[in-house]
């Protein structure tokens, strides 16, 4: 199973909106609409801030949405904040009880 | 709340062998199904493997296959990953996670660091 494709990198002015992507297949992101994201601060955990396509954990700002067209999945975040500065991750459901992660985005608030 | 304290990790040598502890807290464990995730230094997330709530279905990464061994004892509130054979590119942070509807990875735990090396 190959990890799904995200940039590296992707920056933004406080308030404006970014969008990450993450290209799958049609085994994994095209076959399920099961695609999560997570977000990582440096030296933490992952976080589950976006999940099953239109879902956010409880006291995840809305400011996270996400979307999926094909075999490509995107993570928006709106009125970017300084406290969104963070790598995130994308990860899909690949059938069989498994799951493969996206290489990771670092996003950097201007 | 939910809380997954994961233990075990350290320095091995390569060829060792290594059983990693995740003390699930606050919720009721034997109705989860779980998953252990991996982070080498600088790197991105590497799914490991995955159990079933029971214990009965257990699932790995296709090329970790035949060195780790999940289980877990649900008396005990306990996720163990065995890892056999350890070789250089196993260093890593290991994250214990639950799964709530088993098709997203929900809590994680703080992660131990498991470093190979001679």
């Not at chain 1, 933490?44 to 409880?58: H, T």
């Not at chain 1, 999945?73 to 991750?89: F, K, N, W």
């Amino acid at each position: 199973q190959s990890a799904l494709t995200q940039p590296a990198s992707v920056s933004g002015s406080p308030g404006q909106s970014i969008t990450i992507s993450c290209t799958g297949s049609s085994s994994d992101v095209g076959s399920y609409n099961l695609v999560s994201w997570y977000q990582q601060h440096p030296g933490k955990a992952p976080k589950l801030i976006f999940y099953q396509g239109s879902k956010r954990p409880s006291g995840v700002s809305n400011r996270f949405s996400g979307s999926k067209s094909g075999n490509t999945a995107s993570l928006t975040i709106s009125g970017l904040q300084a406290e969104d500065e963070a790598d995130y991750y994308c990860c899909s459901y690949a059938g069989n009880s498994s799951y493969v992660f996206g290489t990771g985005t670092k996003v950097t608030v201007l | 709340e939910v809380q997954l304290l994961e233990s075990g990790g350290g320095l091995v040598q390569p060829g060792g062998s290594l059983r990693l502890s995740c003390a699930a807290s606050g919720f009721t464990f034997s109705n989860y199904a779980m998953s252990w995730v991996r982070q080498a230094p600088g790197k991105g997330l590497e799914w490991v493997s995955g159990i079933s709530a029971s214990g009965g279905g257990t699932f790995y990464a296709l090329s970790l296959r035949g060195r780790f061994t999940i289980s877990r004892d649900n008396s005990k509130n306990t996720l163990y990953l065995h890892i056999n054979s350890l070789k250089a590119e196993d260093t890593a942070v290991y994250y214990c996670v639950m799964e709530v509807g088993d098709t997203e990875l929900d809590y994680w735990g703080q992660g131990t660091l498991v470093t190979v090396s001679s």
